[in-house]
């Protein structure tokens, strides 16, 4: 029987779910379960993808070419698995099958309701990813807070599931703040005992608690919470802040929940895989003892909200750890530069210059001003879509002679469109899920930085966008020395471009970060950060 762990939270939103929920899962794999992880997210967008990266934080691009939630970021990094669009489950999608079942008939004259069938969809959508993965263990996390109106169908159906699947085979966990008074140092449980009675109120007895607070809650806060949560004290535990986030299935293992849930759910470990436990501790000692530092300056256009770049941080903390390098990120908005051209000198100081994704023309100006000082200073420089883009446009200006070249994205009369709308995305109406987007194989050129870093002339990368190099002036630009060392199996999308001149200069139309794993780093950002170092050891400095 396949097990289903639901991860609810309270007290407040971003109290840390997705990472105890990718924290159970990996205390599973260590004991040789197999699982997998769903994202509920209960807003009536159909998938995060129409969304500002402001609002909700970044979009995650699955190898389907979902655009999902964050949080599968997480899992998938943890987990070192690849999961689906469907692993990420909105009230959009819910609604919007049901409707148009209503609508075909199929529910024969009856009144459609919340329950049974908004829950009934719910269930099935979870079960199918149960029965598509063929993972020992499903764990479901339930974003937003327990109380949130627009969660309570999702809380409801999986409350319904425990009585479909058996008290044996569903474990509830729910995440709770334990805040500490600045005034008194006192760990406050009251907050958390009021979000298990909003739970119970709703159906729901949780079966673990997880306190999370700044440090690690006392015997007696512990108690407390074990004896108004109405669950043995063994099933208390506390997510407290560490250095590092991989650190957290270490802790929690370390004070017995992994041991815990398998008692609980009848799990009998096959064998304690003590070689992936090492592996993930090296990994952490790592991050936690770097020999080296480097300073990137990562120029874009939502460096207000880190969680907009959640995947590019970690994706640098990957690569830092395999080079002993802790990378220190100085989030600048592009739009300093147009205000204060001067600023732009501020990028000296810096090992690395990094130009991430974006949308739209805000910024940019300020953008390719960081990428040309890159260039002209020879300063070790990496581009991610939008950024990889800009770097066409500001070589093309700047290199090529081409006067005001630009995007048709920031200028539809430009007299130089180097970057264009590919051409199906002409006739696209609707704006959600019709970007380029998921996995896609790329053809590497031999004897370039491209195929040193990867090591493969075939390689799969995943892609969102709508924009693409200009097949017109590829020649113009290669006889400058640009030379564009991946493109697409049909020879026509430019898909990473580099200049061999310079120490480092590397941009990619894909997400390289999208795959980057803890002891598996994205060689884009693992080639970036090893030439900043080596130019900072250089330099003596």
């Known amino acids: 029987m396949v097990k289903y762990i639901f991860v609810t939270g309270g007290v407040l939103s971003s109290v840390g779910k997705g990472i105890v929920t990718s924290s159970v899962g990996k205390m599973l794999q260590f004991r040789g ?3 997998t992880a769903i994202k509920i997210d209960p807003y009536v ?3 995060a993808g129409t969304m500002n990266p402001y609002i909700h934080g970044e979009i995650f691009v699955t190898d389907d070419g979902g655009e999902t939630d964050l949080d599968l970021g997480w899992y998938e990094r943890f987990l070192d698995i690849n999961l689906s669009k469907e692993n990420n489950v909105t009230t959009g999608q819910v609604y919007q099958t049901v409707i148009e079942k209503e609508r075909r008939g199929d529910f024969l004259g009856k009144c459609v309701q919340i329950i049974p069938h908004i829950t009934d969809e719910i269930k099935r959508r979870i079960r199918m990813v149960a029965k598509k993965s063929g993972a020992n263990v499903v764990l479901t996390e339930c974003g937003g807070t327990v109380g949130d109106i627009e969660g309570l169908p999702f809380l409801e159906a999986i409350r319904q599931m425990r009585l479909e699947e058996g008290y044996e085979n569903t474990l509830y966990i729910h995440v709770a703040l334990v805040p500490i008074l600045d005034v008194t140092s006192e760990m406050k449980t009251k907050p958390l005992q009021h979000s298990v009675n ?3 109120r709703i159906g729901i007895q949780p079966d673990i608690i997880v306190s999370r607070s700044a440090k690690m809650i006392t015997n007696e806060a512990l108690e407390k919470i074990a004896l108004f949560g109405t669950i043995p004290k063994e099933a208390v535990f506390c997510s407290y802040n560490v250095s590092t986030i991989y650190k957290v299935p270490l802790i929690l293992d370390e004070q017995g929940m992994g041991d815990y849930i398998c008692k609980r759910l009848g799990l009998i470990p096959k064998q304690i895989n003590v070689g992936e436990i090492e592996k993930w501790r090296s990994f952490v000692n790592a991050l936690e003892n770097c020999k080296y530092d480097i300073r990137v300056a990562l120029v874009g256009k939502y460096t207000g909200l880190i969680d907009s770049y959640v995947s ?3 994706a640098f903390k990957h690569a830092g750890a395999a080079c002993s390098t802790k990378v220190i990120i100085d989030f600048i908005e592009a739009e300093r530069f147009e205000k204060s051209p001067e600023k732009i000198n501020d990028l000296k100081e810096y090992d690395g210059i990094f130009v991430p994704y974006g949308f739209g023309p805000r910024g940019t100006a300020g953008k390719m001003m960081a990428i040309q000082y890159a260039r002209e200073n020879n300063i070790p420089f990496l581009g991610i879509c ?3 883009q800009l770097a066409v446009v500001e070589f ?9 070249a630009n995007s048709t994205e920031i200028d539809e009369n430009t007299p130089h469109p180097v970057i264009d709308l590919m051409p199906e995305q002409h006739q696209t109406m609707y704006k959600g899920a019709t970007m380029r987007l998921g996995a896609h194989k790329i053809i590497v050129k031999e004897g370039t930085l491209a195929h040193k870093l990867y090591g493969s002339t075939e390689i799969y990368e995943r892609h969102r966008h709508r924009y693409e190099v200009n097949p017109e002036y ?3 630009l290669e006889k400058h020395g ?11 999308r430019m898909e990473i471009l580099e200049l061999p001149d310079k120490f480092f200069f590397f941009a990619s139309q894909f997400h390289g970060e999208f795959k980057s794993r803890p002891g598996k780093p994205s060689p884009e950002y693992y080639g970036f950060v090893k030439a900043c170092l080596e130019r900072k050891l250089n330099r003596g400095e």
Do not use: H
Request: with cysteine.
């Open 482 to 492: 640009l030379i564009f060392s991946g493109r697409s199996p049909d020879g026509r």
């Open 312 to 314: 590019m941080n970690e």
């Open 33 to 35: 379960f197999s699982v």
């Open 386 to 388: 939008y950024g990889f």
């Open 198 to 200: 909003e739970l119970r």
């Open 45 to 47: 967008n159909v998938d």
């Open 474 to 476: 590829v020649e113009i």
């Open 396 to 404: 093309a200006r700047n290199a090529c002679g081409l006067e005001n």
